[in-house]
């Protein structure tokens, strides 16, 4: 022992604080740093730049519906139906995805009242394996609309998606015609589909159920598109203008309805189920 550590030790400092590790938060966009506590009740929105972060299911439960709701089962699809592999095992992958979220698959429902709108919210998770598209998001979102249909309310939904699950293969890319079937089904009944789309939306999601929606919403500086930016400006040899599959870009050109603030969101939501209501059109 040097005679630096002895001298150290013999100082009556006591023992060193422990610093949490989530203190903090790093604003993806502007790199400021954040109270973490602070940043979660600002919606995880940064106060200077207005960066709207990427949040899971049970956040955006919490921020829309009122008190009382109820999570809905998942239901129950076969996980590895290709027995894929790539540098894991697709179980493998999924076993780690399901331990590091709350919930068993990027889509999630629950059923509830939006300032006491009845309404089914489901929510993709960015955080589960990119919120990608397979058997268990599809069977999920059909979930979703059944339940809204028996329920005579409303189905909303908030996107957030890398695209399709490329370990489920062509069973992934069915997922855009069923989910456009349960579409049709909830247009049937006389009942609204309001689409949130958030950070980032892209790919077959893209290509189906989050553009099929009565009313598209979309947050602030939302990445929305099918194809990447490279993919397209190789395509068509051209460069791409500025803000290209933003939020603000696609309302610009009418491909999306609103861009409202995260903490407008839940009142614009009640606004539009009570003017898409069954009950209100009825009168």
């Known amino acids: 022992m040097s005679w630096l550590t002895r001298v150290r030790n013999s100082l009556p400092f006591g023992d060193k604080r422990e610093t949490p ?21 600002n919606l995880s929105v940064c106060p200077r730049c207005e960066h709207h972060g990427r949040i899971g299911a049970d956040a955006r439960f919490a921020q829309l519906l009122d008190g009382g709701f109820e999570v809905l089962p998942a239901p129950k699809v076969r996980d590895d139906p290709l027995k894929f592999r ?15 979220n709350a919930h068993n698959d990027a889509l999630t429902n629950a059923a509830g009242s939006i300032l006491g709108e009845p309404v089914v919210l489901g929510v993709q998770d960015f955080a589960f394996m990119g919120g990608s598209m397979g058997m268990a998001v599809g069977a999920a979102f059909v ?10 309310c ?42 949130v789309i958030t950070d980032p939306t892209t ?24 194809a990447g930016q490279r993919v397209i400006q190789d395509t068509i040899r051209e460069k791409l ?19 409202v603030p995260r903490k407008d969101l839940r009142e614009m939501l009640a606004r539009l189920l009570g003017y898409l209501s069954p009950a209100q059109q009825a009168a």
Not at 25 to 40: A, D, N, Q
Not at 86 to 100: E, I, Q
Not at 217 to 226: D, K, N, Q, S
């Open 21 to 41: 590790d989530n203190l903090w938060t790093k604003c993806p966009s502007c790199s400021e740093m954040l109270f973490t506590k602070e940043y979660e009740e």
């Open 86 to 100: 790539d540098s894991k095992k697709y179980p493998d992958r999924l076993k780690a995805a399901r331990a590091a």
């Open 143 to 152: 979930a979703g609309a059944d339940r809204a249909i028996r329920d005579k």
């Open 154 to 195: 409303a189905y909303v939904i908030c996107t957030a998606a890398g695209g399709a699950r490329m370990q489920e293969g062509i069973l992934s890319l069915m997922q855009m015609p069923k989910t456009t079937v349960a579409i049709r089904r909830l247009a049937d009944a006389g009942l609204p589909y309001i689409v």
């Open 203 to 226: 790919g077959g999601v893209t290509a189906s159920y989050a553009m099929l929606g009565d009313v598209h919403i979309a947050e602030p500086g939302a990445l929305i598109g099918f």
């Open 241 to 259: 203008p500025e803000g290209f599959q933003r939020a603000e870009y696609l309302f610009d050109h009418g491909m999306v309805d609103m861009v």
